[in-house]
């Protein structure tokens, strides 16, 4: 079983939005951060945001500060990316993960510091 599951990514011109989800089916993913990463063809994963696991910060790469908006429902056991003014280097495959840890780390923008992962969703910006 897939430890978390992302969904909402397709096909979306320049300027427009997507919302992905991420959620964990059969387990509580509520006391954890989750980030964002994402990896577009012929280039290494990177981060895309972080929430801690109240929602209380936010942390974003200056690609998508302003236009991306990561945030939480625990009642639903869910992560959101809101992503506006979508460009065509936004397009790669979007993950969400998870560390093993509940505390916070520092190293909250480095792949390493997550444990579980999602299968990914694609997001697709055309010109």
């Known amino acids: 079983q897939v430890p978390l599951v992302e969904s909402g990514g397709g096909l979306v011109q320049a300027g427009g939005s997507l919302r992905l989800s991420c959620t964990a089916p059969?387990?509580?993913?509520?006391?954890?951060?989750v980030g964002w990463f994402r990896q577009a063809p012929g280039k290494e994963r990177e981060f895309v945001a972080h929430v801690t696991w109240t929602g209380s910060t936010t942390y974003y790469a200056d690609s998508v500060k302003g236009r991306f908006t990561i945030s939480r429902d625990n009642a639903k056991n869910t992560v959101y990316l809101q992503m506006d003014s979508l460009k065509p280097e936004d397009t790669a495959i979007y993950y969400c993960?998870?560390?093993?840890?509940?505390?916070?780390?520092?190293?909250?923008?480095?792949?390493?510091?997550?444990?579980?992962w999602g299968q990914g969703t694609q997001v697709t910006v055309s010109t």
């Open positions: 993960a998870h560390p093993a840890e509940r505390h916070w780390s520092e190293r909250y923008a480095f792949s390493d510091t997550y444990r579980y």
């Open positions: 059969g387990r509580p993913i509520t006391r954890y951060a």
